[in-house]
């Protein structure tokens, strides 16, 4: 079955920049499209960003339109999400996420997601 396991997240101050990592295991991720999707505290869970399996389409919210980069390494089997100028309302809990079904399109649903790692926390603050 396929697995994921985010890694990077942590503590930064306005302006900073993070970026986080998913590496799967038990499927080749060229299968599937992918996403990353967030949780802040009280809030449901947001997709911000989603990318093809070949990697040739991405979409974001416009929550972090021009602000985050989502990108794949199919060969090394990982995907990042490089996230600049953070603000406080980018804190939360961020998942990787595939969507099994799908490979040439990904939207931005989060119930369209059905494997989902761990989360790394992210939090700005000053």
């Known amino acids: 079955q396929l697995q994921l396991v985010e890694s990077g997240g942590g503590l930064v101050q306005p302006g900073g920049s993070l970026r986080l990592s998913c590496a799967a295991s038990?499927?080749?991720?060229?299968?599937?499209?992918m996403g990353w999707l967030r949780q802040a505290p009280g809030k449901e869970r947001e997709a911000v960003s989603c990318?093809?399996?070949?990697?040739?389409?991405?979409n974001y919210a416009d929550s972090v339109r021009g602000r985050f980069t989502i990108s794949r390494d199919n060969a090394k089997n990982t995907v990042d999400l490089h996230m600049n100028n953070l603000q406080p309302e980018d804190t939360g809990v961020y998942y990787c996420?595939?969507?099994?079904?799908?490979?040439?399109?990904?939207?931005?649903?989060?119930?369209?997601?059905?494997?989902w790692g761990q989360g790394t926390q992210v939090t700005v603050s000053s």
């Open positions: 990318i093809v399996s070949n990697g040739l389409i991405t």
């Open positions: 996420a595939s969507d099994t079904g799908r490979r040439l399109t990904c939207h931005l649903h989060a119930d369209e997601f059905a494997v």
């Open positions: 038990g499927a080749d991720l060229d299968l599937y499209a």
